[in-house]
């Protein structure tokens, strides 16, 4: 009510409203009256929309320059547990970073079940020529598949559970630090390597970034569907005189 008052010379582009706008009451019960899965169903086939237009505008004669990056990641609603002993809700959702909004998504009993929804969400949506992402739960071959389907990229965070896939890049990449014993120091203007390092507020942080495109090595019975790289990112941070380091896999 109060956000319809204050854009109210907006909202009568559209529509006289000779009697006031309604009031938190009449919003309140008209609310009440809608249904649910009706809505969601109106809401993703207009998001869906939005999304092929965007896609249509963006990829034209030049696909590369798509940047919309849609996130696939599982959350739970703070706030939303009754009572003692009811566990929080948990839901998957597809955000398009294009849009800042979110495109779909679905509830799950617990986190485990994230990896059943996800294809669910994927269903939902028009996702030709985006980027989508997903953490580590998300590392999964009939996922890949479902995304190359809806002619979609993937990139996904590889751990331990993907334990074969995981320990082959770690392989992979510790032979290529052998080979390679001055690295980082790769050859002028290589695509295949890049680095930053970021001052800010007593924080120090530097990032190392290696990418391949031998996939044998990695998937030598070629199981992930679409697998074209992967690559290996190193974080090393210094707050005060703490030390933090990590390794990120990502395909």
């Known amino acids: 009510e109060r956000f319809a008052k204050y ?14 706008f309604p009031s938190q009451y009449t919003i309140s019960t008209v609310c009440k009256l809608i249904d649910p899965e009706a809505f969601s ?10 999304v092929a ?21 599982g959350k739970a609603l703070r706030g939303s547990r009754s009572a003692k002993g009811k566990k929080l809700v948990h839901i998957v959702s597809a955000y398009s970073s294009e849009l800042k909004l979110i495109l ?4 799950v009993d617990m986190k485990s079940n994230e990896i059943t929804a996800i294809p669910d ?6 996702l ?8 580590a739960m998300g590392c999964q071959k009939n996922i890949c598949k479902k995304n190359i389907d809806k002619k979609a990229d993937y990139l996904l965070c590889v751990k331990e559970n993907q334990p074969t896939l995981s320990s082959n890049i770690e392989a992979c990449f510790s032979q290529y630090l ?3 014993p001055n690295d980082p120091e790769p050859e002028d203007n290589s695509p295949l390597f890049a680095e930053t390092i970021e001052k800010n507020k007593g924080r ?15 998937d030598p019975k070629q199981e992930w569907p679409g697998l074209k790289q992967f690559s290996v990112i190193q974080r090393d941070r210094l707050v005060g005189k703490k030390t933090d380091n990590r390794v990120a896999l990502l395909y």
């Open 204 to 218: 120090q942080e530097h990032r190392r970034c290696w990418v391949f495109n031998n996939m044998e090595d990695i």
């Open 7 to 20: 854009n109210q010379r907006w909202f009568r582009q559209f529509f006289p409203y000779r009697f006031g």
């Open 121 to 126: 969400v994927i269903d939902m949506l028009f």
């Open 53 to 73: 237009e965007i896609n249509a505008l963006k990829m034209g004669p030049h696909p590369e320059t798509n940047d919309n990056v849609i996130a696939i990641d």
């Open 41 to 50: 169903q109106l809401f993703v086939e207009w998001a869906r929309d939005i």
């Open 178 to 180: 052998e080979d390679h």
């Open 128 to 135: 030709e020529g985006v980027l989508i992402t997903s953490d």
């Open 104 to 107: 779909g998504f679905t509830p």
